[in-house]
């Protein structure tokens, strides 16, 4: 049994900041890459930002120099500073993990439930 959880969604005016957080628990041996996506309505779910587990980040366009990525291994928990945001920001934000659950190589997908960002202009 894995889960995800994020929190740190809400309301937030344009230009504002808004951190996420994401905390991964149960039965898991390592992660080998943490991500956030994002889904507006009607479009499609897209990737925002992924970290591996050595630490290397990749950014949307959309989102390079105002968001960042990082993750704390030891708590299996992965973070999204969001600056600057624009109202083109707002969606349900989904924290995604790639994981092992024990020392095979078999790898996992899981995903959170969401946690709406909304940008207010």
């Known amino acids: 049994q894995v889960q995800l959880v994020e929190s740190g969604g809400g309301l937030v005016q344009s230009g504002g900041s808004l951190g996420l957080s994401c905390a991964a628990s149960?039965?898991?041996?390592?992660?080998?890459?943490m991500a956030w996506y994002r889904q507006a309505p009607g479009k499609e779910r897209e990737l925002v930002a992924s970290i591996a587990s050595g630490g290397t980040a990749n950014y949307a366009d959309s989102v390079k120099g105002r968001f960042t990525i990082s993750r704390d291994n030891a708590k299996n928990t992965v973070y999204l500073q969001m600056n600057s945001l624009k109202p083109e920001d707002t969606a349900v934000f989904y924290c995604h993990a790639l994981l092992r659950k024990d020392r095979s190589q078999s790898v996992f997908s899981y995903w959170g439930q969401g946690t709406q960002v909304t940008v207010s202009s």
């Open positions: 149960g039965s898991i041996f390592s992660i080998n890459r």
